[in-house]
């Protein structure tokens, strides 16, 4: 078959729809009147449990719709103070200053909540496997010392690449950063009680993102954010699902490759300022102790001698960890995880072999692992593996292939603002990571370790949940041996992820996938390297992986037009491919925020029109049948409610609809008066269900505890947000600058306590209920 | 409503029909504001003032106590649709004052959120038209600024 390549988009006018679909939708007023009757909202957290798959999923689209849309709302990101009070305050560049909720709430909230459960999953929890027995860092299977040395070798390279080294990274410290927990495999879930102490006895200092004293401010804080050891689960056994996925390693590993690339954007010099380039002959001694390269910043001027990995210092240690991680987490799946007869775990014979791997092959796939974990010397518990179960779940397949897009992204030199930058390739040039011929020829790097997660993640997504008939995605397979036995339904979630993950793998394997590109339009596709080696599909002997790969992603677009949706803009919980009918009749909100989601996924993909007019349709649905304009609180079923639960995954569909909207619609041509409706309801989203602040009065103040939503023993628990720290202004110390200050469970006001009071890391609650009680 | 409103006038403001000749220029102009608050205000304080590049009102909103300044820079000296999507340099404020602090109403290429406008421009020799435009209302800290974000003015002049 010729090579189908895919529209080129053109997104001239992506607002360019009837005016109908411009104004706010639906029969509500474009922004609601103000209430005469104000309902009072309160909330109970119905499960603390940290659920990682989805949690990484919401982690993600929150980082989405954090700076980059506040950046398309127009903010100027150096306009944010994270530590200034009163808190929410957005300073234009030219001095007007104003309560900006909308901005403040996606620029800083938003974004930087989403980073600390990604943190404490890779380094501050314990909550999965030590990276110490990492098949790659520790390939023999030391044990005791001998392990430590070799993980503890990497961690000071890092630091010294990165000039953490002797600052934050130490060398009297087991793995230089104290009380660092670096994990391979995440666990599936686990509760996440931590006691962080409150003490500030090491002056640890936090002026800007994540290093501390960079621009000589002084702001104490808890020394919990220099000190990760009260950071690890209280009674870990007892706390931890022993159990390793596809989907929450997947999705942790998405969240992971979306931070990654942010702190491979720019390299920084001895002075932490940022370097933009060095000379091309300079790029290989980056890093390395005691350089004097002269870079050049964004604007061309010499920055201070020195040039070191990443962003920052800690950044730039952070990212190399992370990507130790994600190359480890793959090599365990490819060579230890996967199961040919769904009773052992023998993986693939070779990295050659998975990168491959066809359709001809046997089937070869990615179980649920149990973990078993024994004391050892070294003081971190040596795991070891089998299958727990031998079934497969789509969302989980769909972790893997936008975790390891990313990943084979930030190394791929053809992608010339990801892996082709010279911050990502000082990091791959065989100091720290080995470099790579970038061919798919299955060497011990990175670059093909993605390549080979990716080929045998897309191939079994194919051969295990695609219906043979309709090429249809279903959600659940059991498997009886080797033979895959499908379920019938697909959820529409499954089906947005499913457009999303399709198009995120095309995107990567044809040098177009950037950070936060998500809303940028594809072009045609030629070649890419995983199509050099054939698939072998069944009839079709000459198709290649991507053109496979496009198909899939256009059938399942085309699903969620033509039967999980209609033009009124209903939406649908799922498909039965055996009744060829919704899964049901249910009218819910996730439903129609995934929709939005996958379709507007779609039209980036393909650039027809119909997918992104049928978003538009099931977004005026939205607006209209579940916005709570009373409450002002979207709802799960048709509104109004009284009781309204959230839990991440349905917060990051909603959100994400209302970001894409802002972005392809609001922020377009003729979108203008979209942009006050959307910035007030995520404005609103933001501050109630993730904060858990109501503001009852309307004022942008947050009367306090009043308006907070769960008063528990005095104190404010936050909202699906459980906790924060000094990312997002949470300090512990009341000063706003200069030295310390009395002790605070919540600084800023804002109703997120800081960790040590919640006795909870900051991270998502599983599950929230508001409770809507009207005058 | 106050939207729904605003965007008839931006379609209108969009139609490649000639306009009417415009009548006699009114002895006052009339300004209307919805949002926050309502207020119309009618009189020759109200209308605006050329001077062959710049449309500039300076005009006193009794509620705010407080003068809203206009000023959109025009490609010509003469009649046609404009709007914040063809005009590059515009703006618009006015602020009122809190005991604490106050109330920022704002506008313009410069500003954030931009807000909109559209002018129909009739006639400049009187200066004769329409102009409709939606400000951001921006609270400062310790201030109270209502329930509504924004706040529609329209002008007749």
Request: proline content about 7%.
């Amino acid at each position: 078959m010729a090579k189908e390549a895919f529209r080129i988009v053109v997104l001239a006018c992506a607002a360019c729809h009837s005016p109908a679909a411009m104004a706010p939708p639906g029969d509500a007023p474009a922004i609601p009147d103000a209430p005469q009757l104000v309902p009072t909202i309160t909330a109970t957290v119905n499960s603390t449990m940290f659920v990682t798959r989805e949690h990484m999923l919401a982690a993600a689209e929150m980082q989405i719709s954090g700076e980059p849309l506040a950046t398309a709302m127009g903010r100027v990101l150096g306009g944010y103070s994270r530590d200034v009070l009163p808190t929410d305050i957005y300073t234009e560049p030219d001095g007007v200053y104003w309560v900006d909720l909308a901005g403040f709430s996606t620029a800083v909230e938003s974004y930087e909540y989403s980073k600390q459960p990604m943190n404490g999953l890779a380094f501050e929890l314990a909550a999965g496997t030590s990276l110490v027995f990492g098949p790659v860092v520790n390939p023999s299977g030391a044990t005791g010392s001998d392990a430590i040395a070799a993980l503890a070798a990497i961690t000071t390279r890092a630091g010294q690449e990165s000039n953490a080294y002797g600052t934050w990274v130490l060398a009297g410290e087991q793995l230089g950063w104290p009380g660092f927990w670096p994990t391979t495999h995440v666990f599936s879930s686990f509760d996440p009680a931590i006691d962080p102490t409150s003490t500030a006895n090491l002056n640890c200092i936090i002026s800007s993102d994540d290093s501390p004293s960079d621009l000589g401010e002084l702001l104490v804080v808890g020394d919990y954010e220099c000190d990760a050891s009260t950071l690890h689960l209280r009674d870990r056994a007892s706390q931890i699902t022993s159990v390793v996925t596809p989907g929450a390693d997947g999705f942790a590993a998405w969240k992971s490759n979306l931070w990654v690339m942010n702190y491979l954007e720019i390299m920084h010099d001895s002075t932490g300022a940022a370097v933009a380039s060095v000379d091309e002959a300079d790029l290989a001694s980056v890093g390395a102790s005691g350089n004097a390269i002269v870079g050049v910043d964004a604007t061309g001027a010499p920055t201070a001698a020195g040039t070191y990995l990443g962003s920052s210092q800690i950044e730039g240690f952070q990212a190399a960890m992370l990507l130790v991680e994600l190359d480890n987490r793959a090599e365990d799946w490819l060579a230890h995880f996967a199961t040919t007869d769904g009773t052992t775990l023998t993986g693939f014979s070779s990295g050659s072999a998975a990168v491959a791997y066809s359709y001809a092959d046997p089937l070869a796939w990615f179980p649920s692992i149990a973990v078993t974990e024994t004391a050892d010397a070294s003081g971190f518990p040596r795991p070891s593996y089998a299958l727990a179960s031998p079934d497969s779940e789509l969302l989980d397949l769909l972790g893997i292939v936008l975790g390891y897009s990313g990943t084979y992204a930030l190394t791929d030199t053809a992608n010339p603002d990801v892996g082709g930058a010279q911050p990502a390739r000082a990091y791959f040039d065989g100091d720290p990571f080995p470099a790579d011929d970038q061919l798919a020829d299955g060497e011990p790097t990175l670059h093909d370790r993605a390549l080979a997660m990716l080929r045998v993640a897309l191939i079994d997504l194919d051969r295990m949940h695609a219906d043979p008939a309709s090429d249809l995605l279903v959600d659940h397979v059991t498997m009886a041996g080797a033979t895959p036995n499908r379920g019938t339904t697909v959820a529409t979630a499954s089906v947005a992820y499913a457009v999303i993950a399709l198009r995120g793998a095309i995107r990567a394997l044809s040098a177009q996938l950037e950070l936060y590109s998500n809303n940028t339009p594809d072009t045609a596709v030629s070649s890419t390297p995983l199509d050099a080696l054939p698939i072998d599909f069944p009839g079709d002997a000459s198709l290649a992986f991507s053109d496979r790969v496009g198909q899939l992603m256009r059938t399942q677009a085309e699903l969620l037009l033509d039967h999980l949706t209609d033009a009124t803009g209903r939406a649908y919980d799922g498909w039965d491919l055996a009744a060829g009918a919704p899964t049901d009749t249910d009218d819910t909100l996730d439903a129609h925020t995934a929709a939005i989601r996958g379709l507007f996924a779609a039209y980036l993909a393909t650039g027809d029109v119909r997918y992104r007019d049928r978003a538009l349709a099931v977004f005026d649905r939205v607006q209209a049948v579940f916005y709570d304009a009373q409450a002002r609180i979207y709802t799960p079923s048709p509104a109004p409610q009284d009781d309204v639960e959230y839990t991440p995954l349905r917060f990051a569909l909603l959100q994400s609809a209302l970001r894409d909207m802002y972005e392809l619609v609001a922020a377009q041509p003729g979108g203008e008066a979209l942009e006050p409706v959307l910035e007030d309801r995520l404005a609103r989203l933001n501050k109630l269900v993730l904060n858990g602040w109501d503001d009852r009065d309307g004022d942008k103040q947050v009367e306090w505890p009043d308006e907070c939503v769960d008063v528990i023993d005095g104190l404010p628990r936050g909202g699906l947000e459980m906790a924060e720290r000094a990312l997002t202004g949470e300090l512990g110390r009341f000063k706003d600058q200069g030295g310390g200050g009395p002790p605070t469970s919540d600084r800023e006001h804002d109703c997120v306590p800081e960790i040590d009071d919640a006795h909870l890391p900051a991270a998502l609650a599983d599950s929230i209920t508001f409770h809507v009680a009207r005058p | 409503m106050k939207l729904a409103v605003t965007l008839v006038l931006v379609g209108c403001a969009g139609h490649a029909t000639v306009p009417p000749a415009p009548d006699a220029p009114p002895a006052g102009c009339t300004a209307a504001f919805t949002g926050n608050f309502a207020e119309t205000d009618d009189s020759p304080a109200g209308c605006p003032t050329f001077d062959g590049s710049t449309l500039a009102f300076a005009m006193q909103v009794g509620t705010l106590a407080a003068e809203l300044d206009v000023s959109i820079a025009l490609p010509a000296a003469m009649p046609g649709d404009f709007s914040s999507e063809t005009i590059a340099t515009w703006s618009a404020m006015a602020f009122q004052r809190e005991t604490n602090g106050g109330c920022i109403y704002r506008a313009g290429n410069a500003a954030t959120p931009e807000g909109s406008f559209t002018l129909a421009l009739d006639a400049i020799a009187p200066l004769h038209g329409t102009l409709a435009m939606s400000l951001s209302i921006l609270t400062e800290p310790g201030s109270t600024c209502g329930q509504q974000d924004t706040e529609d003015v329209t002008f007749s002049f």
